[in-house]
């Protein structure tokens, strides 16, 4: 009999798998946790502005499958853009690009996740409240990180609605159905990303250049995107003081909506206004920086004002 | 197989076993949670866990 005799040179392949050395602040950070935090938030105020009573069970089931499902979103963002995550500064400290957590890994730990909010949410809670969260993360995923971000300098004018949904999930979780109040958060939100973003796009234009990302800045240049700044600011003071005439959000919150949208206003038209040296690039940075405080006090007077109510209703 | 070939094979570094160790040990809580939820919510709701129109 002939001996057989192997065509593949055996000694060349690396055959040893590789062991992980990720530990559980590398997955954390897949979470990302500073985005989590601040669609918590807006969902806790979703929630608490329900005209119901919601058992402190449900409450806290519905935030932390909203939570979850925010952090699949990010590992499965952080999957699809761990090239270019690589090629920015901002996000080249992420788990993939320091080769801790591989893109496998990453996309399996966020469909994990993904799949076990949004059945949770479903099962625990209700359908509506499951589906939106399903339709959010794919929003993000999908259309935002997959189709727009690379294709067209809208990405994060259409993607911020992902971002806007975390209210609306809340609200029907704690109803079971969806209502005018809700959008109105989805509004503020939706019109807020688009300055608060192309602040940050601003004084990290390089970086996506550097990266092939489309962020107005590059694109349109910073001119541009400083009328378009001042534009979208506009538009989102007049939305975010619009529940007050209109009945839905009271004085308390009519009143704070005009002096932080009077801050956001004014700090907007200092970026469209300094185009130029360090000036310009710390106007850029004051307004990023407040549209964060922005957002935040907004939400927080709606949270404190139905806390307020609830410990003392017999003085409204 | 003798006890030599048993012994070669993949071996884990200090590093690896620890962080497999750790992530072991955060699914372990991430599963002990979601007993838990499941068990709670089925408290609060009583027998209208069982009613699920859709």
């Known amino acids: 009999m002939r001996p057989v005799v192997s065509v593949v040179d055996h000694s060349a392949m690396e ?8 530990d559980v602040a590398d997955y954390v950070a897949l979470l990302k946790p500073r985005v989590m935090s601040l669609v918590v938030f807006t969902a806790l105020v979703g ?30 963002n952080m999957w699809y853009e761990s090239d270019i995550d690589a090629l920015m500064t901002r996000t080249a400290n992420r788990p993939i690009p320091r080769g801790r957590v591989t893109p496998p890994e990453a996309l399996t ?11 949770t949410l479903g099962i625990l809670v209700n359908w509506i409240a499951g589906a939106l969260l399903a339709f959010t993360i794919f929003f993000y995923v999908v259309i935002y990180t997959i189709a727009l971000k690379r294709w067209t300098a809208q990405n994060i004018v259409i993607g911020g609605a992902a971002g806007a949904l975390p209210p609306v999930v809340a609200w029907a979780a704690a109803t079971g159905s969806l209502s005018v109040e809700p959008f109105l958060l989805f509004l503020i939100i939706f019109f807020w990303t688009p300055p608060h973003f192309w602040a940050l796009a601003l004084f990290r234009s390089e970086d996506y250049a550097r990266a092939g990302v489309p962020m107005l800045p590059v694109v ?6 400083r009328l378009q700044i001042l534009l979208y600011s506009i538009v989102l003071v007049a939305v975010a003081l619009a529940p007050w005439p209109l009945g839905y959000f009271d004085a308390v919150y009519g009143i704070t909506s005009l002096i932080l949208g009077g801050g956001m206003l004014a700090l907007a038209a200092d970026v469209y206004r300094r185009r130029e040296g360090r000036e310009a690039s710390r106007a850029t940075r004051r307004l990023f920086a407040f549209s964060i405080l922005y957002l935040f006090g907004l939400f927080a007077t709606l949270l404190i004002d139905v806390l307020v109510r609830a410990a003392v209703p017999t003085s409204w | 197989m003798d006890d030599n070939q048993e012994q070669k094979g ?23 949670v979601l007993v838990l939820l499941f068990f709670a919510v089925t408290i609060v709701k009583g027998p209208a866990v069982l009613m699920r129109p859709i």
């Open chain 1, 15 to 22: 055959l040893t798998p590789r062991i992980s050395e990720a």
């Open chain 1, 220 to 225: 349109a240049g910073p001119d541009a995107t």
């Open chain 2, 10 to 32: 993949i071996v884990l570094t200090e590093a690896q076993k620890k962080s497999r160790r750790e992530r072991s040990i955060a699914i372990a809580l991430a599963l002990g």
């Open chain 1, 47 to 76: 929630l608490a502005i329900a005209p119901v009573h919601v058992h402190p069970v449900l409450a806290f089931t519905a935030l932390l499958c909203i939570a979850v499902g925010a952090g699949a979103s990010g590992a499965l």
């Open chain 1, 109 to 119: 730990f966020g469909m994990t996740l993904a799949f076990f909010s949004v059945m």
